[in-house]
């Protein structure tokens, strides 16, 4: 198992089932994008800093918590904020082709952005027109 702390620091899908977060954390949106040497997947985390950061891998599985800077003055007083307030989870089963020990990392303007190498060769898709 990789854990990643920062301390310095395109196709859409819905969630399964199994990949949401628990019920204290919020779902982030996110994109992935297939590099030529990588994959590239953004994710959306408006409000947190790279202190918050936590990035865990186990074998296939890439877990990203995000979690807020809570400021907040003594005399404010929330209502109904409680999801805005959230902090972020998002769970990927990504693959066996992914190199995750050398994963690159970037925060800027609330979007966190990986990028996760491939081992070897990316694969190369075929020519239908080939096919025998």
């Given at each position: 198992m990789?854990?990643?702390?920062l301390n310095n620091a395109t196709d859409t899908r819905r969630l399964s089932a199994s990949e949401r977060p628990s019920?204290?954390?919020a779902t982030s949106h996110f994109?992935?994008?297939s590099q030529e040497n990588a994959l590239r997947i953004l994710v959306w985390v408006p409000g947190v800093e790279t202190?918050?950061?936590e990035i865990t891998t186990r074998e296939t599985d890439l877990t990203i918590t995000a979690r807020k800077s809570q400021v907040v003055r003594r005399n404010w007083q929330a209502l109904h904020l409680e999801?805005?307030?959230k902090d972020y989870q998002l769970s990927l089963r990504l693959g066996r082709n992914l190199d995750y020990s050398n994963l690159q990392v970037e925060l800027r303007d609330g979007v966190l952005t990986i990028d996760v190498p491939t081992l070897g060769r990316p694969p190369q898709?075929?020519?239908p027109s080939r096919a025998a």
């Open positions: 990789n854990t990643t702390l019920p204290t954390f994109d992935t994008q202190s918050g950061l999801s805005a307030q898709l075929l020519d």
